[in-house]
């Protein structure tokens, strides 16, 4: 392990930990007011990969219309299924909700594979983020320092949100008191599909990228790195947009890290998530920015 | 005979006491009501007692042993039965199965007793059932021992909640305002009911009530908290003169009576 | 004769039906037929299985993939002979002393149930530590590191290769077999005290404690029995369709179990009986749906296979909107309920 290939995969922990935080930012905001498990979350970060895909390939877009534009679609369908399976069953026990995520989640799955096949396809790397830059003895795609920065853009405009935005101070007073927020004259279901508009748009782009660094695309893409950015949200503290993006950074970094230390492990570094998931749950359940768990 | 002893019971809640040095020493066989405006922490000292909440300072010993620490399964076991202020009954099950419920938790078969049809199962089912039966009649659901929790009126529910926990076999019984809700007559018969239970059952009886007429004609002996703290100690008749709990009571516009 | 016995009359009589019924099966239904019923009584055993702990006790979890793949593995494991595993084991060879070790069926089956039991004692530590959503999260990660481990222990489970002719032991009788011990014993559970209290832990556990009910423990019974019959219809399943990996045993199963307890309704044993049989039937029936059609020699329709799923995930998101009960709620069926539809009064018996 020489400190070049360290720094290498510490570059490309980073980057991946930017993609988990990215897809996090949703599952937390949604936990957050609703108390609910977006199952659903990661698959439809896979139908934002299908959304550019075709952009480019049928309507020949240029990526980065294709990608805005699937951020927006992406959105819509967050939105749509939070009116059409969630809503619903606002006042309804929480396994209600739960249960019916699930079934979404995997009604998006196998709708994916009827429609667009099995088989993954390969998604286009626009020109800008193909080249590998060196320093010295290390090597780094381009697409992973550009998705660093892209992720740290967005950021920027989600704490203007969230902080400085009337909508983002309603969500945050939704998410403290459901009960109490509408006689102050917030329209709460607003809110929400707000809330899961944006997080569906971050998963997009979230998805985009690793859609351009992983360049295969397939209906099942989105599970493992739903779970696993679901994991960082609980590691952050579940409820908690920047401990999401914390959470994010650390899962990719020790998972890179692993390994690349440990290369007998690869097998395992899908569970090496869900190990990390049970320890947090014993022993820190509110995570590293922690709010009251719930319930 | 000292049943319970507590001393300098406190329940701190980050920088807010709920409960301040706390004393009680109940004797065997007492009728004693803890009452207070609201707020003033007698439903948290009672989960204290029962164990839902771990005292912040203090000590409790229940019948010698020192119950700090302990979990609600356990003191209960222990013997110390309670009723909630909000219903905490089992509301699809009917009125038996929830008294039913509180003997389990003194079942000896293990699980694969009812699995295999033991003999030894089957009789302590049927001692259940008919304690339980036994105890609805005493409190006067005789004919509702069918009934869905959840559609008993409310007086009825409380009288369910009694027979609940008497179901445990008590030694002390802790009733967190068991009138609440309830017509004078409902509360007239409910004051009897206590008398009754506790010289059948041999209680030791300590209650949290808003209602003076019941307080005043039940208890023994009242104590009473205000914002946590202690304010008296005594017989009704003191208590009622009491000028600290005049203004208690009557500095929150609320009159000591109803 | 009283209401009890006659009921338990009828109860011994279906029985009989029933086991007449196979026999019949046994002797003139086809190999396509007997393989719907095999996987009818596996999902049963599951279905009922799993509604003890999601259902009755209320503690929705989602790892039942990981001990039908714990029972299958261990079953299979356990009755391969030498030569056999010798053959399978290309990469790796099966460590000592599994790689020798070669019983019966019958033992294998219930060590299968063991082991699965074993794990999921252990797991129940951790697990109920949790509530609610998290319980989910947890277990559904428990599930996925068995399966992960699973695929990459090479030399105990032949990793991604999984195992390959198993011997078909199953057949009608010990799938029906197990079926009917599973009812049994989980009905006479769900009815005694402990049932009562697991349900009122389900119910609500803060008053089930102050009644004295230890909840942790009555979970870790409900999640160790759950996982001991899903272990031996795992063993079941794996000596069925005589070849498994770890490919079979994703969440995707869990979802199917999920829905049939779903639909059943949570919480009861006949809902979850009759859920099965509609699944492991409609199951075969959408097959259809994701075959070519052809329509009077003259049409073809392609098959769109993955179909089934997309129907049941409709099917699930429609029951959970409009009758998240379920079929039968949490009620169950009686004798009595039949005779009352039927307007037939006690004295006339």
Redesign the interface.
């Given at each position: 392990m020489t400190f070049q290939l360290f720094i290498q995969q510490l570059i490309n922990g980073i980057s991946l930990g930017t993609l988990y935080g990215l897809i996090a930012i949703g599952y937390t905001m949604v936990y957050g007011i609703l108390r609910l498990i977006n199952f659903a979350h990661a698959d439809v970060m896979m139908m934002s990969t299908y959304f550019a895909f075709f952009g480019i390939s049928m309507f020949a877009l240029p990526w980065w219309v294709a990608a805005i534009i699937a951020m927006i679609l992406t959105a819509l369908l967050g939105i749509m299924i939070d009116q059409g399976a969630y809503r619903p069953l606002r006042r309804a026990p929480r396994i209600s909700a739960l249960i019916t995520a699930i079934g979404v989640s995997f009604l998006l799955e196998n709708l994916g594979l009827v429609i667009f096949g099995s088989r993954p396809k390969a998604f286009f790397r626009p020109e800008i983020f193909r080249p590998v830059w060196q320093f010295g003895k290390i090597h780094v795609l381009s697409l992973s320092v550009y998705t660093i920065f892209i992720t740290l853009i967005l950021l920027v405009f989600v704490y203007i949100i969230i902080y400085r935005a009337r909508i983002g101070m309603a969500m945050r007073a939704v998410s403290r008191d459901m009960q109490t927020v509408p006689l102050m004259g917030i329209d709460v279901n607003r809110v929400i599909a707000f809330t899961f508009g944006m997080g569906s748009a971050l998963a997009a782009a979230g998805g985009i990228l690793w859609a351009m660094k992983y360049p295969q695309i397939e209906p099942l893409m989105g599970i493992f790195p739903g779970l696993k950015a679901f994991v960082a949200a609980v590691l952050g503290g579940i409820g908690n947009v920047f401990g999401a993006v914390i959470g994010g950074f650390i899962l990719g970094i020790t998972e890179i890290l692993l390994v690349a230390f440990f290369p007998e492990l690869s097998g395992y570094r899908d569970a090496f998530a869900f190990l990390l998931l049970i320890l947090v749950l014993l022993f820190r359940p509110t995570g590293i920015m922690g709010e009251e768990l719930p319930e | 005979m000292s049943l319970l002893k507590v001393k300098c019971l406190t329940m701190r809640f980050g920088g807010l006491s709920a409960v301040t040095d706390f004393n009680l020493n109940l004797d065997k066989g007492e009728l004693v009501g803890l009452i207070g405006p609201n707020g003033a922490g007698k439903t948290t000292t009672f989960n204290m007692l029962?164990g839902?909440l771990k005292p912040t300072e203090g000590s409790m010993v229940f019948g010698g042993s020192d119950i700090g620490g302990k979990?609600?399964?356990q003191i209960?076991?222990l013997g110390i039965g309670?009723t909630?202020q909000s219903i905490?009954?089992?509301?699809?099950?009917s009125a038996l199965?929830n008294v039913?419920?509180?003997?389990?938790?003194?079942?000896k078969s293990p699980?694969w007793a009812?699995?295999l049809?033991l003999p030894g199962?089957r009789r302590?089912?049927r001692a259940?059932l008919k304690e339980s039966y036994d105890l609805l009649e005493r409190v006067g659901l005789k004919d509702l021992t069918q009934t869905e929790a959840g559609s008993l009126a409310y007086g009825q529910q409380r009288r369910l909640e009694i027979a609940?926990a008497l179901?445990?076999h008590p030694k002390l019984l802790l009733l967190d305002e068991p009138a609440a809700g309830m017509n004078p007559r409902e509360t007239n018969a409910l004051m009897e009911l206590i008398l009754v239970i506790r010289r059948d059952f041999d209680l030791t009886v300590l209650l949290i009530e808003h209602d003076m007429k019941f307080v005043m004609g039940l208890c023994e002996r009242l104590v009473v908290l205000d914002n946590g703290a202690t304010i008296a100690q005594g017989l009704p008749a003191e208590i009622q003169q009491n000028k600290k709990v005049i203004t208690a009571y009557l500095g929150e516009r609320r009159s000591a009576g109803r | 004769m009283t209401p009890k016995t006659r009921d338990r009359w009828l109860t011994y009589l279906s029985v009989l039906a029933l086991l007449g019924i196979l026999l019949l099966a046994q002797e003139y239904a086809d190999e396509y037929q007997v393989r719907i019923l095999n996987m009818v009584a596996i999902y049963i055993t599951l279905a009922v299985s799993y509604n003890l702990i999601n259902g009755v006790t209320g503690q929705f979890s989602l790892e039942p993939n990981a001990f039908v793949a714990l029972g299958a593995y261990t079953a299979s494991l356990l009755t391969l002979t030498a030569s056999e595993k010798e053959m399978s084991f290309i990469i790796d060879p099966c460590i000592w002393p599994l790689s020798v070790i070669s019983i019966p069926f019958l033992p294998a089956v219930i060590i299968g149930g063991l082991i699965a039991a074993f794990f999921g004692f252990l797991m129940g530590f951790p697990v109920f530590r949790v509530r609610g959503d998290y319980l989910a999260i947890v277990t559904l990660g428990f599930g996925e590191v068995i399966r992960v481990v699973a695929n990459n222990l090479q030399s105990v489970t032949n990793g991604p290769l999984g195992l390959k002719g198993i011997a078909p032991y199953t057949n009608l009788w010990w799938s029906w077999g197990l079926a009917l011990i599973t009812l049994f014993?989980i009905n006479?559970?769900v009815?005694?005290?402990?049932g009562?209290?697991l349900?009122?832990i389900r119910?609500?556990e803060?008053?089930?404690?102050?009644?004295?009910?230890?909840?942790f423990r009555h979970k870790l019974?409900a999640f160790t029995l759950s996982a001991f019959f899903e272990g031996m219809a795992g063993a079941l399943l794996a000596h069925l369709i005589t070849t498994i990996s770890p490919m079979l045993f994703t969440f995707f199963l869990t979802f199917n179990l999920l829905i049939i307890i779903t639909i059943g309704g949570l919480g009861s044993i006949t809902g979850s009986v009759l859920a099965a049989i509609a699944f492991a039937w409609g199951s075969e029936l959408l097959r259809a749906v994701e075959e070519p059609m052809n329509i009077l020699g003259l049409l073809t329709i392609p098959g769109i296979p993955g179909m089934r799923m997309v129907i049941f995930s409709i099917i699930l998101i429609v029951v959970m909107l409009f009758a998240r009960q379920g079929f039968m709620g949490?009620r169950e069926f009686t004798w009595q309920w039949l005779f009352d539809r039927m307007h037939i009064k006690e004295s006339g018996l």
């Open positions: - | 029962t839902r979990k609600p399964s209960n076991r309670r909630f905490h009954l089992l509301t699809e099950m199965e039913m419920m509180s003997f389990h938790g003194r079942l699980f009812p699995i049809g199962y302590e089912e259940m609940r179901g445990t | 014993v006479r559970l009815k005694s005290s402990y009562r209290a349900k009122a119910q609500n803060l008053a089930a404690e102050s009644m004295g009910i230890n909840a019974l949490r």
